[in-house]
């Protein structure tokens, strides 16, 4: 088919032939996006939409953005790919400027997120066996209730979500669930065999839900103790989504390792990679561990990019700026069609009342006003507007938000 031809097209026509073709493991919103920039979507009928989703964090810098196309442009022009067979000369640069950007020694770059937390899976075991001492075969880590870590068998099998879980047994061993911020629990799971604590510094998939204060803080003291290493997983909440570089810095929380992707890539390649000192990624030897676009030249290039932005803090300043504006209008609409809401720099949960609607039908309401955004757990939304917004589109779209919780 000629491009012209399927220029013609109607969004409803070319929905309709993507659900008729394509396994339903989604149900999007029943919109066709042909062109994006900023925080602007444009389907193929013309019609304009701000994005307050980027992608669950993957668009932090917004479609298009002029600095990483550059630098992707570029890339594409020289080298895209050798695999890790060999060096190319992105990738010096990019990992020692990663490791730089988390305090750390060592960079493993992977593609997605769940590669990266599966990877980082594999590390802490290793570790556990090498250095702690760990039983061989018997390495458990320990995870938290409503968790969301990405969707292979090994991390569904200790996500308590049904949808996620529900019909992919059997499950890998090796992992023990407490409640999501209880840190005497935390404590109560440690034994001999620990190796690890994995958890997300604030769920974003579980509708963007903030552990109690000083939780992170005491987590961080109790793995020091008991010689347990805190990977956490910053997927969409690091690189400068909550006003800090990473949630963790939030209570000035170093972990032992960072599991990184979506906003790393740029919302231009999947990009993801693990960061630690020697003493835990050191474990790992040729043979052990790798992947064939992990790390790759574009990937590089382009993560490069993202990381000298996230080094001036310019993003991370404009996130709490910019959050303020949601907290505040977000606030204002408890009450008023909004149970509660949750807000970290700019990224938000909101509880729709369900004398409203689910959380589907105000983002189709939403849709049919210009604005996307996206439930969880039926009855959530999230808002994770890029972090290049104007002020201007920012309140606006929170003002079609407004007119649809209170009926307007």
Same mark, same amino acid.
């Not at 990019?94 to 770059?109: Q, R, S």
């Given at each position: ?35 994006? #920039? ?40 020289? @080298?895209?790919l050798t695999s890790r ?20 020694? @060592? ?22 066996? #090498? ?39 059997? =499950? ?8 999501? *911020? ?21 769920? *974003? ?9 000083? =939780? ?5 003291? @109790? ?7 805190? /990977? ?44 630690a000192d020697k003493d ?12 064939? =676009?992990? *790390? ?8 490069? /990019? ?96 407004? #007119? ?5």
């Amino acid at each position: 088919m000629t491009a012209s031809a399927t220029e013609t097209r109607s969004s409803s026509e070319m929905f309709q032939r993507s659900e008729a073709r394509t396994a339903h493991n989604y149900k999007p919103l029943p919109v066709v996006v042909a062109h994006a #920039e900023g925080a602007w979507m444009t389907d193929v009928e013309g019609k304009r939409y701000l994005d307050l989703l980027a992608g669950y964090s993957a668009l932090n810098f917004g479609h298009g953005h002029p600095d990483l196309l550059a630098a992707a442009h570029e890339q594409l022009d020289k @080298l895209t790919l050798t695999s890790r067979a060999f060096v190319h000369d992105q990738f010096a640069d990019f990992c020692a400027e990663l490791g730089d950007l988390c305090g750390k020694e @060592l960079v493993l770059p992977m593609n997605t997120g769940a590669e990266a937390v599966e990877t980082a899976i594999k590390v802490m075991r290793k570790w556990g066996y #090498e250095v702690k001492g760990v039983t061989p075969g018997q390495a458990k880590i320990i995870v938290a209730s409503g968790n969301f870590h990405g969707r292979t068998t090994t991390i569904v099998g200790f996500s308590d979500d049904p949808d996620a879980r529900d019909g992919f047994g059997p =499950f890998a061993p090796g992992f023990e669930m407490v409640p999501y *911020g209880d840190l005497a629990a935390v404590e109560a799971a440690i034994d001999e065999n620990t190796v690890g604590v994995l958890m997300e510094p604030i769920q *974003g998939e579980g509708g963007v839900v903030l552990p109690p204060d000083g =939780f992170l803080r005491g987590l961080r003291e @109790l793995c020091t103790r008991t010689d347990v290493l805190m /990977a956490m997983d910053e997927i969409q909440a690091g690189l400068g989504r909550t006003g800090k570089t990473f949630a963790s810095d939030h209570e000035d929380v170093v972990p032992d390792l960072y599991v990184l992707g979506k906003a790393l890539g740029g919302g231009i390649v999947p990009v993801s990679a693990v960061v630690a000192d020697k003493d835990v990624l050191g474990v790992l030897r040729p043979g052990q561990h790798g992947s064939t =676009f992990g *790390g790759n030249p574009l990937a590089c290039a382009v993560g490069l /990019a993202v990381v000298r932005m996230l080094a001036t803090g310019e993003h991370q300043a404009r996130a709490t700026e910019l959050g303020e504006i949601l907290r505040e209008r977000l606030e204002a609409l408890v009450g008023h069609g909004v149970l509660a809401v949750r807000v970290r720099g700019l990224w938000a949960g909101v509880d729709i009342d369900p004398a409203v609607g689910t959380g589907r039908e105000v983002c189709e309401a939403l849709m049919a006003r210009g604005v996307l955004a996206k439930d969880t757990h039926g009855s959530t939304i999230r808002l994770a507007p890029p972090l290049v917004i104007e002020a201007d589109d920012l309140v606006w779209g929170l003002d079609q938000l407004a #007119e649809v919780v209170r009926g307007g």
